[in-house]
Antibody, heavy 119, light 107 residues
Framework: QLHLQESGPGLVKPSETLSLTCTVS??????????WGWIRQPPGKGLEWIAT???????YYNPSLKSRLSISVDTSKNQFSLRLSSLTAADTAVYYC???????????WGQGSLVIVSS | DIQMTQSPSSVSASVGDRVTITCRAS??????LAWYQQKPGKAPKLLIH???TLQSGVPSRFSGSGSGTDFTLTISSLQPEDFATYYCQQTNSFPLTFGGGTKVEIK
């Protein structure tokens, strides 16, 4: 059974850079059948797609965040990661990692990692 | 970017009711639409992809229809465990975008 687990700092200061990692078990990030991605959800609000990556390194970013974003994959550790710079309070959210199957639908999700941006 | 508009934003219904949620895309997405269910404090769960393909393990009371720009999620007979928030997502092209969500509440 596929399992995704986010890991990250929980609390970060404004203007700093957030680094999140998603560890995949029960499957491989090197699979040619899937993409891997990040979605976030501010408290009490809806879902926002952030970024997606393929094992080859092809990346897709939300244009509204692109200038601050970087997504990467580490096939040796079976992980993929997100970096978001120049944080503000508006970046406070639960960050989910997910597997994208078929035509980019998210069929497996991590449990989510709450990130609070505050001094 | 393709904008996704869901309606209604909330609906009150009783167990056994038929519930319909609508999602409209700002341009054609063919049939590349997914529906998710989210309960408080939990990650979203995939219900339907490709507008009408039921994800494995999802009860058959859930169904999806539509193509082009207009789509519908129907719950044929609402069960207690179905009270949740539902989101549509276009998966036709990047950037992937979600609808604003529909909260299904107990009447």
């Amino acid at each position: 059974q596929l399992h995704l687990q986010e890991s990250g700092p929980g609390l970060v200061k404004p203007s700093e850079t957030l680094s999140l990692t998603c560890t995949v078990s029960g499957g491989s990030v090197s699979s040619s059948s899937y993409y891997w991605g990040w979605i976030r959800q501010p408290p009490g609000k809806g879902l926002e797609w952030i970024a997606t990556i393929y094992h080859s390194g092809s990346t897709y970013y939300n244009p509204s965040l692109k200038s601050r974003l970087s997504i990467s994959v580490d096939t040796s550790k079976n992980q993929f990661s997100l970096r978001l710079s120049s944080l503000t309070a508006a970046d406070t959210a639960v960050y989910y990692c997910a597997r994208l199957a078929g035509r980019y639908y998210s069929d497996y999700w991590g449990q989510g990692s709450l990130v609070i941006v505050s001094s | 970017d393709i904008q996704m508009t869901q309606s209604p934003s909330s609906v009150s219904a009783s167990v056994g009711d038929r519930v319909t949620i609508t999602c409209r895309a700002s341009q054609t997405i063919i049939s590349w639409l997914a529906w998710y269910q989210q309960k408080p404090g939990k990650a979203p769960k995939l219900l339907i992809h490709g507008a009408s393909t039921l994800q494995s393990g999802v009860p058959s009371r859930f169904s999806g229809s539509g193509s082009g720009t207009d789509f519908t999620l129907t719950i044929s007979s609402l069960q207690p465990e179905d009270f949740a928030t539902y989101y549509c997502q276009q998966t036709n092209s990047f950037p992937l975008t979600f609808g604003g969500g529909t909260k299904v509440e107990i009447k």
